[in-house]
C-alpha cells in the first residue's frame, strides 16, 4: 500500500527562524513528488521533484529528493508570518495520480 | 498559467438535495480531472479521477452512484453529489493538470455544508 508520512504534524517557530519540514513515502513505481502551500483554501503549487540530489528553490523556500531514501525535505529560511499554513506533500506514481501526506501545520508567531 | 476555477465556493442545503459542483481550466485543456475531498484537519483524500469522454476512475469506498462525474469537455468536469445528507457534508476540491507528467493545480474548493 502507498504511504506518505510527513513529520512533524505541526510546528511553531518565530519570525526569521528557519524551518525544515519532511516527508518520506513508500511508493510503487514512482514518478515524482510535490510540494503544496494551504492556507484557507485549496492548496497552491510549490514544487515537483523527479531526481535525487537537485535543489529547487523558490524565494526563501527550498526542497530536494533522496529516491535512494525515499525522503524529501522542505526547507523554509526567515520565516514570515504569511508562511502560517498547512504544507503537504504528495507523491505520484506512474499512473499519474497523487497519494498525498497528513500534512504539517506550520505557525509562524511574530 | 494553469488556472482551475471551482463554483461554488460555499453551498448550504436541505438534506436530500442533490448538489452540483463544477470544475474548469481556464487556460488549458485537461483530459483528466481530479476530484478530492478533505475533512476538518485532515488531508486530501482521492475521491475519483474524471477522464474526458469516458467514465470516471473511482477509489476504493467512494460511491459511483452517490458521487456523479461528468467531463464533458476539456475544460469542464463536474461532480454532483445526489441526494446530499449531513455525512456528505466536506471540503471538496478539484484539480487538473496541463499536461500528463506536469503538476495538479487546485481550484478554490467548494464548502459543502448539508442540514
Known amino acids: 500500500e502507498d504511504k506518505v508520512v510527513q513529520s512533524p504534524l505541526s510546528l511553531v517557530v518565530h519570525e526569521g527562524d528557519t524551518v525544515t519540514l519532511n516527508c518520506s513515502y513508500e511508493?510503487?513505481?514512482?514518478?515524482?513528488l510535490l510540494w503544496y502551500k494551504q492556507e484557507k483554501k485549496a492548496p497552491t503549487f510549490l514544487f515537483m521533484l523527479?531526481?535525487?540530489?537537485i535543489e529547487k528553490k523558490s524565494g526563501r523556500l527550498s526542497s530536494i529528493l533522496d529516491k535512494k531514501e525515499l525522503f524529501s525535505i522542505l526547507n523554509i529560511t526567515a520565516t514570515q508570518t504569511g508562511d502560517s499554513a498547512v504544507y503537504l506533500c504528495?507523491?505520484?506514481?506512474?499512473?499519474?495520480?497523487?497519494?498525498f501526506g497528513a500534512g504539517t501545520r506550520l505557525t509562524v508567531k511574530p | 498559467g494553469a488556472v482551475v476555477s471551482q463554483h461554488p465556493s460555499r453551498v448550504i442545503c436541505k438534506s436530500g438535495t442533490s448538489v452540483k459542483i463544477e470544475c474548469r481550466s481556464l487556460?488549458?485543456?485537461?483530459?483528466?480531472m481530479f476530484w478530492y475531498r478533505q475533512f476538518p484537519k485532515q488531508s486530501l483524500m482521492l475521491m475519483a479521477t474524471?477522464?474526458?469522454?469516458?467514465?470516471?476512475?473511482?477509489e476504493q469506498g467512494v460511491e459511483k452512484d452517490k458521487f456523479l462525474i461528468n467531463h464533458a469537455s476539456l475544460t469542464l468536469s463536474t461532480l454532483t453529489v445526489t441526494s446530499a445528507h449531513p455525512e456528505d457534508s466536506s471540503f471538496y476540491i478539484c484539480?487538473?493538470?496541463?499536461?500528463?507528467?506536469?503538476?495538479?493545480?487546485f481550484g478554490d474548493g467548494t464548502r459543502l455544508s448539508i442540514l
Open positions: 504528495a507523491v505520484s506514481p506512474f499512473d499519474n495520480d497523487m497519494r
Open positions: 474524471s477522464n474526458e469522454g469516458s467514465k470516471a476512475t473511482y
Open positions: 511508493v510503487t513505481n514512482f514518478r515524482s
Open positions: 487556460d488549458f485543456q485537461a483530459t483528466t
Open positions: 484539480s487538473a493538470r496541463p499536461g500528463q507528467f506536469q503538476p495538479q493545480h
Open positions: 523527479t531526481s535525487s540530489g
